[in-house]
């Protein structure tokens, strides 16, 4: 199905206009980082960059499709932009930085430069902080919670994602069937 | 601006129904097929079953993933209160509630559709019959009015609308549950059929699969497809599987050659005859070019939702009249009901680990009512039911994994299924209470100049005391059913979140204490006849929308052979 296509019937019929961020995603498919025309709405380039690999090194590509090739930064950067107030953007903002701070500690290298093994290290110690943590207002989540949990649902929610066969994605499943052998599927549903 | 132009013949027809969903779309079907000319009113635009856009539409295709931002969500504050209907996927089959606004005395959700076929499109589909335990109840226990109308009055007109809507389901041989005519039922999966072997063993409480609207089995109902477990049935099914206005009923009335459908068009009253004993035509605002006419028809069914119609009542004043048609019991707008929910338990098992399920099942498990259902389970607190729907499934994507929190060991985790979880949540029978009223506000007006509603509704220590029980007793069938780390919930919830409002126009044998006969006729007009959930002269605790259907059927048969007759 041609994209644009897609794009605007579903603009059409729903009577309302995309947003700009569903735009550059629909329109960029799974041709991730090197679509020069998307640029973040509330983030920097530099805090895109590195939120894509922290989202790569939470749900990495292997034998199916990784956050980078999901665009889960972007849609982060889409959540952060249309569902956080200023507040909230600062603070994710701010929190974002303590992956490079613990990088820096570490191995004195930006968490982008790191290798994989060393960037394991540093999820490993931010995971840990986040059983630890305590968000007494409700209203500062320690940012890898929110990095991980975006980072799945923008992972499931797109087309790459949802197709790309880490769990089982049936649009039209016909009869219902009460019980089955798990075997015969073999791994859960997206939908 | 009046524009009767065209003549009286052009607007003159048989019969005019107002309003287009569950019982509008009955009432048009039965009397086209009776051979009346017939106009349907309804107050929003056409659509047409098929016209739904986002029927195809994956996440990815849906603005931010289908989910409203904040600054979408300005103009739906009330809508927003259910949780579940606000959604890029749904938001075009809603009214802005700053369009159409009401006046909360104490708190109510009002949730809307205006559009050809109403909420038919959107209901829940769960479709069970009152049996004579809700129709006795009002006179055994001396509350409020009694019905006129018993169970076997009504009975062969669930068995009509059963067989053309298409309703799956069990017959189970309850007393407080009536069997009916159904398609085949949907599967247990194997944490339901386990539950309720233990449930019926332990405690000896039934658990049934849920009665739905939904084509089970291929062949009749005037070709509409069967389920495809999709799921997705609030945005509209492309097969006609789920039983609405558009796929059923008005397709049918459509083809008999003798309807009308007049998008756009809101009522604004009825209007009485010289004789002023009966109803000659509608009052009708444009609601595009803002222009008024008049229709006028020898039968009329109000049928544009329980307030809609109490509304257009309340609003047709005349001498004869002066507190709205039919109102001489003073009941008009009183005992509004809903049912309360949003409390019960769930709970995990460990077992079935190589057990799955295929298909997203548009329906659940039921519980019929097990309170004061006869002598041994009277309770000492409240009167009347409560029953639950639920089901049983396995976890997704969306769990919290603890074992693994990145990489390809978080990967792993999420490609495989999570625990079997069960839950159930209660639906409560609310008493109908005289003070719990609707009435007209002339000093707000919605957008097109119409005066509004006061809502002035709430829970009374009936429905409290049977909440604490409800929420008891969940957990009793959690765990007796075989569950660890039962939890209980109560998420609250004003009168009006069920979308089941009830009453405002009851039916009862005396024209001093209610508004309808045993017809739905209204007693002083008899040729208005209101068949949505206005009627109620009870809740129940089951699900309303089978019993309009079937109330609509029933008065629109009456109405056509007392219109043979000469009587109306």
């Not at chain 2, 739904?52 to 504050?77: C, F, G, I, S, V």
């Not at chain 2, 335990?133 to 009509?160: Q, S, T």
């Not at chain 2, 409002?501 to 017809?519: C, F, I, K, Y």
């Amino acid at each position: 199905m041609d994209r644009r296509e897609v794009l605007k019937t579903s603009g059409l019929l729903l009577g309302y206009a995309l947003s700009a961020g569903t735009t550059a995603a629909l329109l960029g498919g799974c041709t991730a980082n090197t679509d020069k025309d998307w640029n973040p709405k509330t983030l920097s380039n530099e805090e895109v960059d590195l939120l894509a690999e922290i989202c790569e090194a939470i749900l990495p590509k292997t034998d199916t499709p990784g956050a980078k090739d999901a665009l889960c930064h972007r849609y982060i950067d889409e959540m952060i932009t249309n569902f956080y107030e200023k507040e909230a953007q600062n603070h994710f903002r701010e929190t974002l930085k303590e992956f490079n701070k613990e990088s820096t500690r570490k191995f004195s290298k930006a968490f982008i430069a790191l290798t994989p093994g060393e960037k394991e290290v540093i999820l490993e110690h931010l995971s840990n902080q986040m059983k630890d943590y305590v968000d007494e207002t409700g209203k500062k989540p320690h940012i890898f919670k929110t990095i991980k949990e975006a980072t799945i649902s923008g992972y499931f929610t797109s087309e790459v994602g949802a197709k790309g066969g880490l769990c089982e994605f049936i649009p039209i499943p016909g009869p219902y069937q009460g019980c089955i052998n798990y075997n015969s599927v073999g791994k859960g549903y997206v939908l | 601006m009046y524009f009767n132009s065209k003549g009286n013949d052009e607007v003159t027809y048989d019969a005019i129904v107002v309003g287009s969903g569950i019982s509008g779309g009955w009432a048009a079907k039965e009397l086209t097929q009776k051979g009346l000319k017939t106009l349907v009113l309804e107050r929003g635009r056409m659509v047409k079953h098929g016209d739904y856009p986002t029927a195809h539409l994956e996440a990815w295709e849906l603005p931010n993933r289908n989910r409203m931002t904040p600054e979408q969500m300005k103009d739906y504050k009330i809508q927003e209160r259910t949780g579940y209907t606000m959604a890029p996927a749904y938001q075009h089959w809603w009214p802005k509630d700053t369009d159409y606004p009401y006046t909360e005395k104490k708190p109510f959700d009002w949730i809307r559709a205006y559009h050809v076929g109403g909420r038919s499109l959107l209901w829940g589909r769960q479709s069970y019959r009152m049996g004579d335990l809700d129709f006795e109840a009002n006179a055994k226990e001396g509350i409020a009015v009694d019905w006129p109308v018993r169970y076997k009055d009504i009975a062969p007109w669930y068995d009509y609308v059963e067989e053309f809507a298409g309703i799956s389901g069990q017959n189970e041989g309850l007393f407080q549950l009536p069997d009916g005519k159904f398609l085949p039922p949907f599967e247990y999966n194997c944490i339901e059929k386990s539950v309720k072997k233990n449930v019926k063993k332990i405690l000896g409480r039934d658990i049934i699969m849920g009665r739905c609207a939904h084509i089970t089995k291929d062949g009749g109902h005037y070709g509409r497809g069967t389920c495809q477990t999709r799921n997705r049935c609030m945005r509209g099914c492309p097969y006609g599987a789920y039983f609405s206005s558009n796929a059923a009923t008005l397709p049918v009335a459509e083809g008999t050659g003798n309807l009308t459908i007049r998008p756009f068009s809101i009522v604004t009253e009825v209007i009485l005859d010289e004789t002023g004993k009966k109803a000659k035509g509608v009052r009708v605002m444009d609601s595009e070019t803002k222009e008024i006419h008049e229709y006028y028809a020898k039968i009329i069914f109000l049928c544009a939702s329980t307030f809609g119609s109490t509304q257009i009542l309340l609003n047709s004043v005349s001498d004869i009249h002066p507190q709205g048609m039919g109102n001489e019991s003073g009941e008009l707008g009183h005992n509004v009901m809903d049912h309360h929910f949003q409390i019960g338990a769930h709970g995990k098992s460990d077992e079935f680990k190589d057990r799955y399920y295929h298909g997203r099942r548009p329906t659940g498990i039921y519980v019929p009512r097990f309170r004061n259902i006869d002598a041994k389970s009277k309770m000492s607190n409240f009167v009347r039911g409560y029953g639950y729907q639920g089901g049983g499934g396995r976890q997704g994507w969306g769990r919290y994994i603890a074992e693994a929190q990145y990489g390809t060991a978080l990967k792993e985790a999420l490609s495989q299924t999570g625990d079997w979880t069960f839950g159930i949540m209660g639906f409560g029978e609310c008493l109908p209470y005289h003070e719990n009223k609707i009435s007209l506000n002339h000093d707000v007006k919605d957008i097109h100049g119409m005066p509004t509603l006061t809502m002035d509704v709430e829970w009374k220590s009936n429905e409290i005391e049977m909440r604490k029980d409800m929420q008891i007793s969940a957990a009793e069938i959690c765990e007796a059913g075989g569950l660890k780390d039962v939890k209980t919930y109560d998420g609250g919830g004003n009168p009006g979140l069920g979308i089941h409002e009830m009453g405002t126009a009851r039916m009862g044998h005396d024209p001093q204490t209610s508004v309808l006969n045993r017809w739905n006729q209204i007693h002083s007009v008899l040729n208005v006849f209101v068949t949505d959930g206005s009627f109620m002269t009870s809740s129940s605790c089951v699900n309303p929308s089978l019993t309009y259907m079937a109330f609509t059927a029933r008065a629109a048969h009456y109405a056509v052979e007392e219109l043979k007759k000469g009587n109306l």
